[in-house]
C-alpha cells in the first residue's frame, strides 16, 4: 500500500439508492480524527451510463488531486463498482493512492440476478446492477498498480438482498463475501 499523507483527498462514493448524505459520520471521522480532506462523489444509481460517470469520477479525482497529486477512494456496494471502472477503464489505475470498496459484489450478485427475475423489481435496481453486477463478469486487479485495491465485508446478515437469493455462505444480507473477492485485492 502506498504511503499516505493526512491531508491526501478521499473521495467517498455511495451505492444503489443513495445521494452520499449517509457518508456523514465516515466523512466527519476521517476529516476532524484522521486529518483527510475528504469529498462526495455524487451519482444517479438508477439513471445513466456506467462508463460516463466512471469518466466523471475520474475528472473528479484528477480535480481533487492536483494539490497532492494522490487520492484514496472509498466505494460503498454499486459504488465501489464505478470506482473499479474509474481505476481500470479510465487511467486511475496508475495514479498514487488507494482504494477500498466496501461490500460491493465485483464478482457478480445473487440478490441482484434474484430481484431481477421479477420485472416489478427491474426499474428499482436500474441499468448499473443489472448490466455491471448481477452477472460475475471477470474482474481482477493487477498487483503491479501503485494503487492498492482492497475490500471490506461483512457477515452480519441484515440486508433486504437474503429475500431474493439462498446464502450457503457468509454473507451481510445482500452480499456474499466471495462476491467482493476478485483475484488481486488486498
Excluded at 27 to 44: A, E, K, W
Excluded at 94 to 115: E, I, K, M, Y
Excluded at 136 to 157: D, Q
Amino acid at each position: 500500500m502506498s504511503p499516505i499523507s493526512q491531508r491526501d483527498p478521499v473521495i467517498l462514493v455511495h451505492g444503489l439508492w443513495m445521494t452520499g448524505l449517509e457518508f456523514g459520520v465516515l466523512r466527519q471521522r476521517l476529516q476532524t480524527r484522521h486529518g483527510f480532506d475528504v469529498h462526495v462523489f455524487s451519482y444517479s444509481s438508477l439513471h445513466g451510463s456506467a462508463v460516463e460517470i466512471a469518466g466523471e469520477l475520474a475528472e473528479f479525482v484528477g480535480v481533487q488531486a492536483q494539490a497532492s497529486g494522490r487520492v484514496h477512494l472509498v466505494g460503498h456496494s454499486l459504488g465501489g463498482a464505478i470506482v473499479y471502472k474509474a481505476l481500470a477503464e479510465h487511467g486511475l489505475r496508475d495514479r498514487p493512492g488507494n482504494a477500498v470498496l466496501l461490500g460491493s459484489p465485483l464478482n457478480g450478485s445473487r440478490a441482484a440476478q434474484g430481484a431481477a427475475r421479477l420485472a416489478v423489481l427491474r426499474p428499482l435496481l436500474g441499468p448499473h446492477i443489472l448490466h455491471g453486477l448481477a452477472e460475475p463478469c471477470g474482474r481482477c486487479w493487477s498487483c503491479g498498480s501503485p494503487t492498492a485495491l482492497g475490500a471490506i465485508a461483512g457477515t452480519r446478515r441484515m440486508g433486504a438482498g437474503q429475500f431474493f437469493a439462498h446464502f450457503d455462505e457468509e454473507n451481510d444480507g445482500t452480499v456474499a463475501l466471495s462476491e467482493t473477492m476478485i483475484p488481486g485485492l488486498r
